[in-house]
């Protein structure tokens, strides 16, 4: 495992061997795992993925265009019968 500090600007020195996976001037996605680990993203691949993913259930009949509208189909009456009101 390799430390860096943080620095009073928010920046950290990259470690030698971590250097070949970056560009300089490369954007990158952050975000926080589950542990609390920092995880860096090209946003490249970020995009590739989404890219590969867009329109995989398009084609669907079953599946209203509207998320929202489908979402609203799975959840209607679960919270009356989570809370008892309602018989399964």
Do not use: C, N
Request: glycine share 6%; proline share 3%; no cysteine.
């Amino acid at each position: 495992m390799d430390t860096v500090t943080v620095s009073s600007h928010y920046t950290v020195k990259i470690p030698e061997h971590f250097r070949s996976k970056l560009h300089v001037g490369q954007q990158m996605a952050i975000s926080v795992d589950a542990q609390g680990r920092l995880i860096l993203t090209p946003l490249e691949q970020a995009r590739t993925i989404l890219d590969e993913t867009f329109g995989m259930w398009a084609d669907r009949t079953d599946i209203p265009k509207s998320g929202i509208k489908y979402m609203d189909q799975i959840r209607r009456g679960h919270r009356l019968k989570d809370l008892g009101l309602r018989k399964k």
